[in-house]
C-alpha cells in the first residue's frame, strides 16, 4: 500500500477536566473556557462519557495505533486513580490495536506514586517548562502568585528518576523571545532530550467573545474575517520569534544534533524532504485533530472550543460523522484555500503552510486579509535554515547520520550547498 493509500487517521485531544487548573499562568488561552460552562460545573469527565469516547475513538481509529492525549487544564488533579480506569477501560480493546498515552501536565502535582504508574503504563509525559527560574515564573505562576518553577523540577526530577519517557513544552511569549540561549541551554543542562517550542499569540477581546463572557478574540472562519483588535502584552513579536528559532538553532545545529530533538527543527526538515507534516500547525489542511470536552462536547480543535465550533457530543454522536462535519464545514480545506495569494507564492510555504489558523488575522503588504501574525518570524526563520537542511537531506540520502552535519558546517560541504541555494 502507498503513501497515498493509506487510510487518514483523527486525533483527538481529550480534555477530562476541562479548563480547571491549579496554576493561573498569565499567557494561558484555556482558563477562560469556564466561562462557557454552567455553574457548579464538577470539571471531571464522567465514567460514562469517557467509556464511550474511548470506546468509540478505538473503533473508529482507522490506524493500527491509537494515541489518546490527555490535556487540560491540569489532568493531573484527577488524581491517579482516575487514569488507572483510563487504562482499565482501554484494555478491553488491546487485542485489537496497539494503545499508546500521553499526558499534558505542569508538573506540580507529581510525585512518586504518579511516576511509578506512568512508568509502569509506558506513558509519554509533556512536561511545560519555559526555562530557568526567572524566566519560567515571569509567566507561570499559581492562583497566589507565587511561581512554580521549584515544583515543576521537583516533578521533571522524579520523571527522571523513574525513567518515565517526556519531552518539554516550552512556551515562547514576549519576554521569553528576548533570551533564547538562556531557555535552550537550561533545559540541555537539565538532561532534556526532547523539546518543543510553542509561540504564545492571543488577542485582546473582541464583540464575539465579550458575548461568549471570555477575555480574549475568538478566532476567525472561513465566512468571517478576525475582527481587528491588538495582541496581548504578552504574545510573542513575530520577528523575536523568529530570531529566538534561529539563535537556538544555530546552537543545536553546531553542537546537539541527533542529541536533543528540538521537534520545531524536525517538522522543518520533514518538510524539506516533502513528507506530509506531522503537526496540524505546518500541514497543509486540517480538520481531522478534535478536542473533547469533559462533559463530552467535541469541536473541531483545541484551540476553536467556542459554540459555534462544537460538532456533536461523544454520548449522541459519533466520531466520524463529526470529523466529516469538521471537513464539510471548510474548517480544514480553508487552512489551504483561504491562504493570501502573498503566501502561495512564498517560497517557504511548503514548510509553513500559513501556519494555524486561528492565528490568521495580519494582513499582506498588499492589504489581503488572512495573513499569519508570525509570518515575518516564520519567514525568517524558515530562510536561515534552508542551507542546513539541504546539507541535511542530502546526507540521509547517502545513508548518513544527520549529525554528520556538525562535521560539515565548516567544511566545504555547506559551502557547495549554500551557493546552490542562492543559485536556485
Same mark, same amino acid.
Given at each position: 500500500?502507498?503513501?497515498?493509500?493509506?487510510?487518514?487517521?483523527?486525533?483527538?485531544?481529550?480534555?477530562?477536566?476541562?479548563?480547571?487548573?491549579?496554576?493561573?499562568? &498569565?499567557?494561558?488561552?484555556?482558563?477562560?473556557?469556564?466561562?462557557?460552562?454552567?455553574?457548579?460545573? $464538577?470539571? $471531571?469527565?464522567?465514567? #460514562?462519557?469517557?467509556?464511550?469516547?474511548?470506546?468509540?475513538?478505538?473503533?473508529?481509529?482507522?490506524?493500527?495505533?491509537? &494515541?489518546?492525549?490527555?490535556?487540560?487544564?491540569?489532568?493531573?488533579?484527577?488524581?491517579?486513580?482516575?487514569?488507572?480506569?483510563?487504562? +482499565?477501560?482501554?484494555?478491553?480493546?488491546?487485542?485489537?490495536?496497539?494503545?499508546?498515552?500521553?499526558?499534558?501536565?505542569?508538573?506540580?502535582?507529581?510525585?512518586?506514586?504518579?511516576?511509578?504508574?506512568?512508568? +509502569?503504563?509506558?506513558?509519554?509525559?509533556?512536561?511545560?517548562?519555559?526555562?530557568?527560574?526567572?524566566?519560567?515564573?515571569?509567566?507561570? =505562576?499559581?492562583?497566589?502568585?507565587?511561581?512554580?518553577?521549584? =515544583?515543576?523540577?521537583?516533578?521533571?526530577?522524579? /520523571?527522571?528518576?523513574?525513567?518515565?519517557?517526556?519531552?518539554?513544552?516550552?512556551?515562547?511569549?514576549?519576554?521569553?523571545?528576548?533570551?533564547?540561549?538562556?531557555?535552550?541551554?537550561?533545559?540541555?543542562? #537539565?538532561?532534556? &532530550?526532547?523539546?518543543?517550542?510553542?509561540?504564545?499569540?492571543?488577542?485582546?477581546?473582541? %464583540?464575539?467573545? /465579550?458575548?461568549?463572557?471570555?477575555?480574549?478574540?475568538?478566532?476567525?472562519?472561513?465566512?468571517?474575517?478576525?475582527?481587528?483588535? %491588538?495582541?496581548?502584552?504578552?504574545?510573542?513579536?513575530?520577528?523575536?520569534?523568529?530570531?529566538?528559532?534561529?539563535?537556538?538553532?544555530?546552537?543545536?545545529?553546531?553542537?546537539?544534533?541527533?542529541?536533543?530533538?528540538?521537534?520545531?527543527?524536525?517538522?522543518?526538515? *520533514?518538510?524539506?524532504?516533502?513528507?506530509?507534516?506531522?503537526?496540524?500547525?505546518?500541514?497543509?489542511?486540517?480538520?481531522?485533530?478534535? %478536542?473533547?470536552?469533559? *462533559?463530552?462536547?467535541?469541536?473541531?480543535?483545541?484551540?476553536?472550543?467556542?459554540?459555534?465550533? $462544537? !460538532?456533536?457530543?461523544?454520548?449522541?454522536?459519533?466520531?466520524?460523522?463529526?470529523? &466529516?462535519?469538521?471537513?464539510?464545514?471548510?474548517?480544514?480545506?480553508?487552512?489551504?484555500?483561504? /491562504?493570501?495569494?502573498?503566501?502561495?507564492?512564498?517560497?517557504?510555504?511548503?514548510?509553513? =503552510?500559513?501556519?494555524?489558523?486561528?492565528?490568521?488575522?495580519?494582513?499582506?503588504?498588499?492589504?489581503?486579509?488572512?495573513?499569519?501574525?508570525?509570518?515575518?518570524?516564520?519567514?525568517?526563520?524558515? !530562510?536561515?535554515?534552508?542551507?542546513?537542511?539541504?546539507?541535511?537531506?542530502?546526507?540521509?540520502?547517502?545513508?548518513?547520520?544527520?549529525?554528520?552535519?556538525?562535521?560539515?558546517?565548516?567544511?566545504?560541504?555547506?559551502?557547495?550547498? *549554500?551557493? #546552490?541555494?542562492?543559485?536556485?
Amino acid at each position: 500500500m502507498s503513501a497515498a493509500d493509506q487510510p487518514q487517521g483523527m486525533h483527538v485531544l481529550a480534555k477530562p477536566i476541562g479548563p480547571a487548573c491549579n496554576l493561573k499562568c &498569565e499567557y494561558c488561552f484555556y482558563l477562560e473556557k469556564r466561562a462557557l460552562f454552567g455553574a457548579g460545573e $464538577r470539571w $471531571r469527565m464522567p465514567d #460514562e462519557v469517557l467509556r464511550a469516547y474511548i470506546d468509540q475513538y478505538v473503533s473508529s481509529q482507522p490506524t493500527p495505533v491509537v &494515541e489518546f492525549v490527555w490535556q487540560g487544564g491540569e489532568p493531573t488533579l484527577l488524581g491517579v486513580d482516575y487514569f488507572r480506569r483510563v487504562v +482499565e477501560l482501554q484494555q478491553s480493546h488491546a487485542d485489537r490495536k496497539t494503545i499508546a498515552n500521553s499526558l499534558q501536565t505542569d508538573g506540580t502535582l507529581l510525585d512518586d506514586e504518579w511516576c511509578t504508574f506512568l512508568k +509502569e503504563h509506558d506513558f509519554t509525559v509533556g512536561i511545560s517548562l519555559d526555562g530557568p527560574q526567572a524566566i519560567h515564573d515571569r509567566y507561570r =505562576r499559581d492562583r497566589k502568585g507565587a511561581g512554580s518553577f521549584a =515544583r515543576v523540577m521537583q516533578g521533571l526530577r522524579r /520523571l527522571q528518576k523513574h525513567g518515565v519517557r517526556y519531552n518539554v513544552l516550552a512556551c515562547v511569549a514576549r519576554d521569553t523571545a528576548r533570551r533564547p540561549l538562556e531557555v535552550y541551554r537550561f533545559l540541555k543542562d #537539565e538532561g532534556v &532530550e526532547f523539546i518543543q517550542f510553542s509561540p504564545v499569540v492571543e488577542r485582546q477581546p473582541d %464583540a464575539r467573545s /465579550l458575548r461568549h463572557g471570555l477575555k480574549l478574540a475568538s478566532p476567525a472562519s472561513p465566512d468571517r474575517p478576525a475582527e481587528q483588535t %491588538a495582541v496581548t502584552p504578552w504574545s510573542v513579536l513575530p520577528e523575536d520569534y523568529g530570531d529566538f528559532m534561529i539563535s537556538v538553532f544555530e546552537d543545536w545545529v553546531c553542537h546537539d544534533v541527533g542529541k536533543v530533538f528540538v521537534m520545531n527543527f524536525e517538522w522543518a526538515l *520533514n518538510a524539506w524532504i516533502g513528507n506530509p507534516s506531522p503537526v496540524c500547525i505546518h500541514a497543509q489542511q486540517c480538520g481531522r485533530s478534535l %478536542a473533547i470536552e469533559h *462533559n463530552g462536547d467535541v469541536y473541531a480543535c483545541d484551540h476553536y472550543v467556542y459554540p459555534e465550533w $462544537r !460538532l456533536g457530543n461523544i454520548l449522541t454522536d459519533q466520531l466520524p460523522d463529526m470529523i &466529516e462535519r469538521s471537513l464539510r464545514s471548510g474548517f480544514g480545506v480553508a487552512k489551504e484555500t483561504a /491562504l493570501p495569494r502573498a503566501c502561495r507564492q512564498c517560497e517557504v510555504v511548503a514548510a509553513c =503552510r500559513g501556519g494555524c489558523p486561528k492565528h490568521r488575522f495580519a494582513t499582506t503588504p498588499e492589504g489581503e486579509a488572512g495573513l499569519h501574525y508570525l509570518c515575518a518570524g516564520y519567514r525568517k526563520f524558515f !530562510l536561515h535554515i534552508r542551507k542546513y537542511l539541504r546539507a541535511m537531506t542530502q546526507l540521509l540520502a547517502m545513508g548518513l547520520p544527520a549529525s554528520y552535519v556538525m562535521d560539515a558546517i565548516k567544511g566545504p560541504l555547506l559551502i557547495r550547498l *549554500n551557493d #546552490e541555494v542562492k543559485q536556485s
